[in-house]
């Protein structure tokens, strides 16, 4: 794991669970792209992540598990939320430390994917209520 990117990454989600945050509805949606040349996103809210696009048929818990994301993520408590084959994956990440979150971001970029190691990302923040 790149300890660089898992900090960069919890430095652009510090708003998500800081007191900003009051509605619980601030969104941070980073990008980047793989080493397909494919532009490739992670939404970050309170309490999920959302993988877009996600372009894979099997469940997003296996995939990440099979990825070897979690490997390094022992006590990660998640649940999945929705999930469109080939197009989007929702995961609950409720009740994780945002170090933890921030982890689960930079291995999902490169384990699930596809980004390479040293992988660049943009990083914007909403409101969505």
């Known amino acids: 794991m790149s300890e ?5 990454i919890a430095t652009a ?4 669970y800081s007191e900003k945050n009051e509605g619980g509805m601030l969104c941070c949606t980073l ?3 793989n080493a397909e040349g494919m532009d490739v996103s992670i939404q970050v ?3 999920t992540i959302n993988l877009a696009p996600y372009p894979y048929a099997d469940d997003p818990l296996s995939r990440l598990e099979l990825s070897g994301a979690l490997e390094t993520l022992h006590d990660l408590d998640l649940a999945l939320v929705d999930w469109d084959a080939n197009a ?3 995961v609950g990440t409720g009740g994780n430390q945002p170090a933890a979150i921030a982890r689960l971001v930079d291995e999902t970029f490169r384990k699930v ?3 390479d190691p040293g992988y660049a990302f943009k990083a914007s923040t909403e409101d969505l209520g």
């Open 13 to 16: 989600i510090g708003d998500i």
């Open 45 to 47: 809210m309170a309490e």
């Open 88 to 90: 989007f994956a929702t």
């Open 4 to 8: 660089g990117q898992a900090a960069a």
């Open 113 to 115: 994917m596809g980004c």
């Open 31 to 33: 990008e980047a792209v």
